[in-house]
């Protein structure tokens, strides 16, 4: 039987072999230099040095071993914020819809808010003073006999897009510092690296997304050329409505994209590549697709 232990020296480790043959020990010596006899440390080691050691580690292993372990809080917290993070995204639908729950409360609802004659559907009495006191449109109501729209509805829908736009830039904000989990660039070369206020003042400076559909939406409300159901506030929030109304916005944007792609080089190099400049093909995509879904 042979056992091996080690010792430290001031400056060398010395490799001790204890051998046993037939009950007769013998001891020698693999490595031993010659400095070593003059250490204060033992030059033979005996079987019992050799044995009490081993024993004393393996009563350390099974003495940790047995140790209550300590319960890692900030591993589990870490790990349960990264598996809910990317699910954070799902939050900015509702927080898009911020303004019109809030305006379907009981507190602050719109009916209680704003004066009736401003909300109401054209009825009876809807240019009765006695009945709609304060609350007629009475600048403007008609333009070549043709009916006005008060504005009320058009005003709590724009603001509606642009309090839930807030929400969307810090969300967009945080995925691009990936604090929602790790992005991935779809450009080959790689993400185009930019400054995020330059390329925010750029982006609410687009006359394309603001002004353009502004003046479609103002256009198409005040003169009563929407559905008459776009003009009821009764019955709240219609939710199937408005996914089926973004469903078929995104789906016939969708369509013209691919359209221009793969019908022919050159409508691809008219109408593409000029993208997100204010331009007729530009300007035409998201108007088309408001008429067609609006036909809904």
Not at 74 to 100: F, H, K, N
Not at 136 to 161: D, N
């Amino acid at each position: 039987m042979t056992k091996t232990c080690y010792y430290a020296t001031a400056s060398k480790i010395v490799k001790m072999t204890a051998t046993t043959t037939g009950g007769a020990r013998r001891r020698r010596s693999s490595e031993v230099v010659a400095a070593a006899e003059k250490e204060s440390y033992p030059a033979a080691v005996d079987d019992s040095s050799c044995s009490d050691s081993t024993a004393s580690s393996t009563d350390e292993k099974q003495s940790l071993s047995q140790m209550p372990h300590q319960p890692r809080r900030s591993l589990s917290l870490q790990s349960i914020s990264q598996s809910l993070l990317p699910w954070l995204g799902m939050s900015v639908w509702p927080c898009m819809l911020a303004l019109p729950l809030f305006l379907n409360t009981q507190k602050f609802h719109y009916s209680t808010t704003f004066p009736r004659g401003w909300w109401t559907l054209r009825g009876e009495h809807w240019l009765d003073k006695s009945l709609e006191e304060g609350g007629i449109w009475e600048y403007g109501t008609e333009l070549y006999g043709k009916t006005l729209r008060h504005p009320l509805g058009l005003s709590l829908g724009i603001s509606a897009v642009a309090v839930g736009h807030v929400f969307l830039l810090i969300y967009f904000r945080l995925h691009q510092q990936q604090y929602l989990g790790k992005t991935t660039s779809i450009q080959s070369r790689g993400a185009v690296q930019y400054v995020y206020a330059d390329a925010l003042k750029n982006h609410l400076c687009q006359p394309g997304g603001f002004l353009l559909l502004g003046l479609y939406l103002t256009i198409t409300w005040v003169f009563d050329l929407l559905p008459h159901s776009y003009y009821s506030f009764s019955g709240g929030i219609q939710y199937k409505q408005v996914a089926m109304c973004l469903v078929c916005q995104d789906f016939v944007q969708f369509l013209m994209h691919k359209v221009e792609h793969v019908a022919h080089p050159k409508m691809y190099k008219i109408s593409h590549k000029p993208h997100h400049k204010l331009q007729i093909q530009s300007c035409l995509m998201p108007l088309m697709g408001l008429c067609l879904t609006r036909q809904l």
